[in-house]
């Protein structure tokens, strides 16, 4: 299976927050996968399905830099365990 968590555009301007354009990226896919989903939210694992480790990592900073900016909720139950990802009010807000 392949990692979807390349880059979808290259020369997007992002000038309400000061997230770097991977994080942009990272937020339009996860937003994706949730808008898929049937309950609103995915997980980590879902995301990151066919990925690198390494791809894993900085997927992981990315997930970690929206949930400290207030885009995403992030919840995990178990050290170690999957992450639950869902939008927050400014994740369906944010116009991207």
Do not use: W
Request: a positive charge; charged letters at 20%.
């Amino acid at each position: 299976m392949n990692c979807h968590l390349e880059p979808h555009q290259r020369n997007f301007a992002f000038t309400t927050q000061n997230l770097r354009l991977a994080s942009i990226n990272m937020f339009k896919y996860t937003r994706a996968s949730i808008t898929r989903s049937t309950d609103s939210k995915t997980t980590f694992n879902t995301v990151t399905k066919g990925c690198t480790r390494r791809t894993a990592a900085r997927a992981f900073y990315e997930l970690a830099s929206l949930a400290y900016n207030r885009f995403l909720n992030v919840r995990q139950e178990i050290p170690y365990g999957d992450i639950s990802i869902a939008l927050s009010d400014s994740g369906k807000s944010a116009k991207l």
